[in-house]
């Protein structure tokens, strides 16, 4: 089993910046992939960024730039750097983990087999 828990969320004005973190624990397992996934009421899981456990990232289209996903193995924390924030990156942000993982990090759901419980961001404008 993996527990996941995330931190970090907040409100902030459009052009802040805010840190998430993240936390996988396991007794038996070692993460493959940690990865943010975001959803706003109405609309799927989005992923947003993902990290291997060699420090190889993925990012969404819409963030790419301006966010930065980090890894520390030892710890199995994750972090999320969100600079520039727009108030079209208000949603709920997701920690996921998963213990396998074929060629790379996917941002897909079904990909992911342990998830926090979230963390909202809010940016106003």
């Known amino acids: 089993q993996v527990h996941v828990a995330e931190s970090g969320g907040g409100s902030v004005q459009a052009g802040g910046s805010l840190r998430l973190s993240c936390t996988a624990s396991?007794?038996?397992?070692?993460?493959?992939?940690m990865t943010w996934f975001r959803q706003t009421p109405g609309k799927e899981r989005e992923g947003v960024a993902s990290?291997?456990?060699?420090?190889?990232?993925h990012y969404a289209d819409s963030v790419r730039g301006r966010f930065t996903v980090s890894r520390d193995n030892a710890k199995n924390s994750l972090y999320l750097e969100m600079n520039n924030l727009r108030p079209d990156d208000t949603a709920m942000y997701y920690c996921?983990?998963?213990?396998?993982?074929?060629?790379?990090?996917?941002?897909?759901?079904?990909?992911?087999?342990?998830w926090g419980q979230g963390t909202q961001v809010t940016v106003s404008s």
């Open positions: 990290i291997d456990s060699d420090g190889d990232t």
């Open positions: 996921a983990a998963a213990t396998v993982a074929p060629m790379m990090c996917l941002l897909t759901v079904p990909m992911y087999g342990y």
């Open positions: 396991s007794s038996s397992y070692s993460i493959a992939c």
